[in-house]
């Protein structure tokens, strides 16, 4: 079967699209430790979650903050893990390594790479969407542009490079992180039909 999508979107295009708005149930924010294995027990019920991290942007040379947040969706609710605050729990972890539980992100090297530095671990059912879009053809790579090319739909980036280490997450941080980890999930379901392998 072959895929419906366009290659390719050009950022002009993208402007003019209308701005995505949180389509789940609720967004749970999670800032203490114990709040861990409630979430985690919610989230290892689906077979497929998306995910997403957000980290202190640095301005100065050299400087790398570590992850600060971890974004988990299921497709009704998305839970934003405080790391920075909280740590990476067993129970986190467990989820992180979890076979039977799929988590789908995009440039998952990069956020791997950086949740290695606070714990080591040792990832399991892992799906980097690009990784599949060029199988139905799709040679953008950003998440903005997929979902744009699928959905006709514009994620905005507003919030990207704000404070995620804050004393407090405000309503439109809170809601642009739930929205790039839904976002993966809604993605690969849209995909879905037409990969061989998944």
Request: charged share 25%; glycine share 4%; net charge positive.
């Amino acid at each position: 079967m072959t895929a419906p999508f366009p290659p390719k979107i050009e950022k002009e295009t993208i402007e003019t699209l209308p701005v995505l708005t949180y389509e789940g149930r609720r967004i749970v924010l999670i800032d203490q430790r114990e709040q861990h294995a409630k979430a985690v027990e919610e989230l290892s019920r689906f077979p497929v979650i998306g995910f997403d991290t957000e980290t202190k942007p640095s301005f100065a040379k050299g400087q790398r903050n570590k992850v600060a947040l971890i974004q988990l969706s299921t497709p009704d609710t998305c839970y934003l893990f405080r790391v920075n605050k909280t740590g990476l729990t067993k129970e986190l972890l467990d989820l992180l390594c979890n076979r039977s539980v799929m988590k789908v992100g995009i440039s998952l090297k990069d956020d791997l790479h950086m949740l290695l530095q606070r714990a080591r671990f040792i990832p399991q059912n892992w799906l980097d969407i690009q990784h599949v879009a060029p199988q139905v053809g799709i040679e953008d790579m950003s998440l903005q542009k997929i979902y744009a090319i699928i959905f006709g739909k514009k994620i905005s980036k507003s919030q990207r490079l704000t404070n995620w280490e804050g004393a407090v997450l405000t309503d439109k941080q809170q809601m642009y992180a739930a929205i790039d980890a839904w976002a993966c999930m809604d993605i690969f379901n849209a995909l879905k039909p037409y990969l061989d392998h998944v």
